[in-house]
């Protein structure tokens, strides 16, 4: 899905500023989707999450305080004051909702750190349009039909659809080990039909 998005969305920033995220979303709704289709996902690591939430928290309190009782409870000196913003709300209908991706934490896939701390890779953001192209989805799961999958197994002294061998019985193995090894490979992969609808926003640490 990388690979697919046109390199002119590509940006990247030194200090995260959620009025930069809107400008990019202002670029990719302009011209191109109605006021009530402007709804964006942003996909991100952990880090990227916190860092998110920082942003619009620091926004909101240009607002009003909230004054609801569901952020602090407790008494004393037993208080608790919580709350994280996973959505912004922009103008012109634009709408951000935040969500998670594993991937952007894993550190045998991005290994380079962050120096406030994680992974570089878990502060880029996805923009992702889950809207329509054309009538089709524009992000859309495409695989090989009726034959998406396949499965095959190296059998030791045990194999999967015999684990309690008969003992006596010669058979044959391909391994020493007590027990076998099961390998899966999926056939498929993500089509996007409007790259133009999407975006990243990479942190540049030069």
Do not use: C, W
Not at 30 to 39: C, F, H, N, T
Not at 96 to 115: A, C, K, Q
């Amino acid at each position: 899905i990388l690979q697919q998005i046109s390199p002119s969305n590509i940006h990247y920033y030194n200090t995260f500023d959620i009025d930069v995220v809107s400008d990019i979303l202002m670029s990719l709704s302009v011209g191109k989707l109605p006021e009530d289709a402007r709804r964006f996902v942003l996909g991100t690591g952990e880090y990227g999450m916190r860092q998110f939430h920082k942003a619009v928290e620091t926004k909101a309190v240009t607002f009003a305080p909230n004054r609801t009782e569901n952020r602090i409870t407790g008494s004393g000196f037993d208080m608790k004051y919580s709350g994280q913003f996973k959505k912004y709300g922009f103008i012109n209908g634009i709408e951000i909702e935040l969500v998670h991706i594993p991937f952007l934490d894993d550190p045998s896939l991005n290994p380079t750190p962050h120096p406030d701390g994680g992974l570089l890779s878990s502060y880029e953001y996805l923009i992702l349009d889950f809207g329509t192209s054309a009538g089709k989805p524009n992000i859309q799961k495409v695989q090989v039909k009726n034959n998406h999958e396949i499965m095959r197994y190296i059998p030791g002294l045990r194999d999967p659809f015999s684990p309690y061998n008969n003992q006596t019985k010669p058979s044959m193995t391909v391994s020493k080990v007590d027990g076998y090894e099961v390998m899966k490979a999926y056939i498929g992969g993500i089509k996007v039909h409007n790259p133009m609808r999407m975006a990243r926003l990479i942190p540049n640490l030069s």
